[in-house]
């Protein structure tokens, strides 16, 4: 059999059985991807994936799916030729198409350093959840501007973090949620617990759409359809979607966010140093290659992490003084905050990676081909603009 697929047959959950049949149930079978963006012009912003299956068994064994890639149908017309008459194996460590970025010296170093003593992942530290679905965020989360027009005050709500965008740096705070709400940025989530006692909120209330309100499935789970906020108060934040990769906040105002936002629960509160250090090694070219291994590549040129993905994402956590990772921290925050993400990069990986053993040749080789894997899930718009 010849497949053509949409880039989520190798990363989504809804297609794990068809890939497990796949493999346990032909004598071969290869997933080769192609890098030209075939269906622009049509509207579709997905990789393609030519699935080939050959030799199929009614009974079970372990297998494997070869994972390859081709620059254009022409390359894409030679790789299928090779495969088929056995010239050519393709990757069989996994199917994240991220990992065909990595030449053979590269992954022999990526690999390296997750097998270090201290490798770990996310999900060792921390558990990760989904913001609160609030099923119309609309009504229920405001920006400044709209405080009046719905006859309510600042008293009537409590800060949210709305859009992973208003967290420049390391931290959340009190100031970054002022400068969203400059922006006319919504972040204000309205408080209805007190509802009985508060008229200006019932009068609120009351002005949403009594057809919309049975209609909604969201509400009908909630014992009281417009109390969306569940208490849980995260440690820290990560993004869900992103282009640059993974970043953990940590929560200094002390809000909750929406579903376009994860929340972040550490397992051991107190170690503050530690958590610091996760910040930091998040950030290093390590992590981020790992997080593009472990996240789902949408059409844009997203990249998705559900929580169970970045639980995943690994870090390395060597043993470092306290107030280096004081120092650290703090001078991330400030080029981050700066806009300066490479800088911000570049200290982690300074910090954390020095350790490693890692040659400056070796370090170089990873960045560039970290930089080769965001650039291969970005759809290329400029192809279909000049046809």
């Not at 001078?331 to 990069?345: N, Q, T």
């Not at 020095?354 to 040749?361: D, R, W």
């Amino acid at each position: 059999m010849a497949w053509v697929l949409p880039g989520a047959a190798l990363q989504a959950d809804y297609a794990a059985s068809c890939r497990d049949y796949l493999r346990q149930h032909f004598d071969r079978c290869a997933a080769i991807v192609i890098r030209e963006r075939l269906f622009l012009d049509e509207g579709a912003d997905e990789e393609t994936v030519i699935l080939l299956a050959d030799g199929h068994r009614s009974c079970a064994t372990e297998g494997v799916i070869e994972l390859g890639e081709a620059q254009t149908l022409a390359e894409l017309r030679a790789l299928i030729a090779d495969w088929s008459f056995g010239r050519w194996t393709g990757n069989t460590t996994g199917v994240s198409p991220a990992a065909l970025s990595l030449k053979s010296g590269d992954l022999g170093c990526f690999t390296a350093l997750t097998e270090d003593t201290f490798c770990r992942t996310i999900g060792d530290f921390a558990k990760v959840q989904i913001g609160i679905v609030t099923g119309a965020n609309p009504f229920f989360v405001l920006p400044q501007s709209s405080l009046d027009p719905a006859g309510l005050v600042e008293a009537d709500c409590s800060p949210i973090l709305s859009k992973y965008r208003q967290a420049p740096g390391l931290t959340f705070t009190a100031s970054d949620h002022a400068a969203a709400l400059k922006k006319g940025e919504r972040g204000w989530l309205i408080e209805t617990r007190e509802v009985e006692s508060n008229r200006r909120m019932s009068h609120y209330l009351a002005t949403f759409d009594a057809e919309r309100l049975t209609s909604i499935g969201t509400f009908r789970k909630r014992s009281i359809w417009h109390q969306p906020c569940d208490g849980k108060f995260p440690d820290a934040f990560l993004p869900v979607m992103h282009h640059d990769g993974p970043r953990l906040v940590f929560n200094v105002l002390g809000c909750n966010s929406t579903n376009t936002v994860h929340r972040v629960y550490f397992r051991h509160k107190a170690n503050s140093s530690d958590h610091k250090l996760l910040a930091i090694s998040l950030l290093t070219t390590f992590s981020q290659i790992s997080a593009e291994m472990v996240g789902r590549r949408y059409g844009s040129g997203v990249l998705k992490h559900e929580p169970r993905d970045a639980e995943r994402i690994q870090v390395l956590m060597p043993e470092l003084a306290p107030d280096a990772i004081e120092r650290g921290f703090a001078d991330i925050d400030r080029h981050l905050r700066g806009g300066d993400a490479v800088s911000a990069s570049l200290v982690a990986d300074a910090l954390v990676l020095g350790q490693s053993g890692l040659s400056a040749g070796q370090l170089d080789h990873l960045r560039l081909a970290l930089v080769t894997m965001r650039e291969r899930r970005r759809p290329d718009r400029k192809r279909v603009e000049r046809s």
